[in-house]
């Protein structure tokens, strides 16, 4: 088997392994195998082969560990409106109990909600849900 072959095997063997693990940086691997079999035909040693691979597949791991560094973090999940479509909606709040909560009517149900701020004052009024912790709505004033 001539070494184009294997470094092609070992770049599906990788893709294969991504595909089941969802490790994107395994994909950038086997960016490098490939570069590896590339080589391979066009005739470079087996010296020259390997450092090809690891050139190419170790910058892509690098650039793509760098890309991923330079975007901000995730929001929590209870405060990302991706994960909760209801964050960024807006309840009316009639009265503030004497414990800081409020009993909201959001999507036909009862909430209990809390103030975002709790030493921000706690008025009636229109309130916009900021995060959702458990069975309870995080609200700031608009």
């Known amino acids: ?38 080589a391979a035909s066009m005739g470079f040693a087996l010296a020259g082969q390997m450092l ?12 793509w560990h760098w890309r991923r560094s330079q975007s901000p973090a995730p929001l929590a999940a ?15 709040v009639l009265r503030w109990n004497a414990d800081g909560t409020a009993s909201v009517n959001f999507r ?17 009024g229109n309130y916009r849900i900021t995060q959702m912790l458990g069975n309870r709505l995080v609200i700031e004033k608009l």
């Open 52 to 63: 090809v691979a690891a050139a190419i597949g170790g910058g892509a791991v690098a650039a």
């Open 78 to 92: 209870n405060a990302n409106p991706d994960v909760h479509l209801d964050i960024g909606e807006t309840v009316h």
């Open 1 to 38: 088997m001539s070494d184009a072959n294997i470094w092609w095997l070992l770049a599906g063997a990788a893709i294969a392994v991504e595909l089941v693990t969802g490790t994107f940086y395994l994909l950038m691997l086997a960016t490098g195998l490939v570069a590896g079999a590339l």
């Open 108 to 124: 036909g149900a009862h909430w209990t909600a809390v103030a975002a701020d709790p030493a921000g004052s706690t008025v009636p």
